[in-house]
């Protein structure tokens, strides 16, 4: 006996209202689609449906199996098409939304070589800090900092974003190198303009929280006109981690005041939950996630 035909045909009957019509849909003779039934009421014991000359009517038995072979065939068929995509080749237009800094220094090259993979992706990445509306605007997939609010979405976990206060060397040396609140009295504060009305960087001192300076030595619009300054030796700098990996790799700017850090913000990679996700949609999530996911080795 094939269980899923017979649970295929059942379900048929019931959505179709007769097994004349489900015949029909079937394209099998009613005699056949009664014989499924048959086998399956035989082999469970229990009466599907009561029969009369006007009607078949579920019974309550009826009505629970047929809500359970539902969710059965379903499964069936996601297992079959996450077959399917696995042997798909990813192709067509990608749309990517992701935050600007971390876009740019992370996702990027992620994308670069994404496309290296498969050729016949062509991506659309866009660089905003703004959230956009993934159904709205049209996009596939975006990056989001912070917690997300969508609850429609699926949001995979990917590493936090960290910031960093540094300064160079040669800042340090003519100035010292504070590591704790009260040493910042004597430093000059590059700032960020956009970040706050007042130029105040959000720390921590133990359990509570300040803010430094309410008048920063440089501020702009943009992380790295600060990090060229901050290179020069002009003063400290908060940005985010990604931005100054090379320069604290290479030496050029040194990491300070670490325990005065602000909390790292949690970062989400947020797509439409379809069932049936295409294969350019599903292969990027899994390089991004592969590379960025939480418990992914550091690149």
Same mark, same amino acid.
């Given at each position: ?172 040396? @003519? ?5 704790? @609140? ?49 290179? @020069? ?65 550091? @690149?």
């Amino acid at each position: 006996m094939d269980k899923l035909r017979n649970m295929e045909v059942m379900v048929e009957v019931v959505e179709a209202g007769s097994f004349a019509a489900a015949s029909r849909q079937l394209n099998v003779s009613a005699v056949m689609v009664g014989k499924h039934i048959q086998q399956l009421e035989a082999h469970l014991g229990a009466r599907l449906f009561q029969r009369s000359t006007r009607q078949n009517s579920l019974t309550e038995v009826g009505a629970a199996f047929y809500e359970d072979s539902k969710r059965v065939l379903e499964q069936v068929r996601w297992a079959e098409s996450a077959v399917e995509r696995s042997r798909a080749v990813p192709q067509g237009l990608l749309r990517v939304s992701a935050p600007f800094t971390l876009g740019n220094h992370v996702i990027a090259p992620l994308v670069a070589d994404f496309l290296l993979r498969h050729e016949q992706v062509r991506v659309d990445l866009q660089l905003t800090d703004s959230v956009v509306d993934l159904a709205g605007e049209g996009f596939d997939v975006a990056v989001r900092i912070g917690q997300v609010v969508d609850e429609g979405l699926v949001a995979r976990p990917l590493r936090p974003y960290r910031m960093v206060i540094a300064a160079a060397p040669v800042y340090l040396q @003519r100035y010292g190198t504070p590591a704790r @609140r009260a040493d910042l009295a004597r430093h000059h504060c590059l700032s960020h303009s956009v970040w706050q009305r007042r130029v105040e960087w959000t720390l921590r001192d133990g359990e509570e929280t300040f803010f430094w300076p309410e008048n920063a030595r440089l501020q702009c619009n943009q992380g790295d006109g600060l990090r060229q300054a901050a290179l @020069r030796g002009l003063g400290l700098i908060m940005q985010p981690e990604v931005l100054l990996a090379d320069d604290l790799a290479s030496g050029a700017l040194v990491a300070v005041m670490q325990p005065c850090l602000p909390a790292p913000r949690p970062v989400q990679l947020v797509y439409a939950p379809d069932r049936r996700q295409l294969p350019k949609l599903a292969r990027f999530v899994e390089h991004v996630v592969s590379a960025l996911g939480v418990g992914a080795d550091a @690149r």
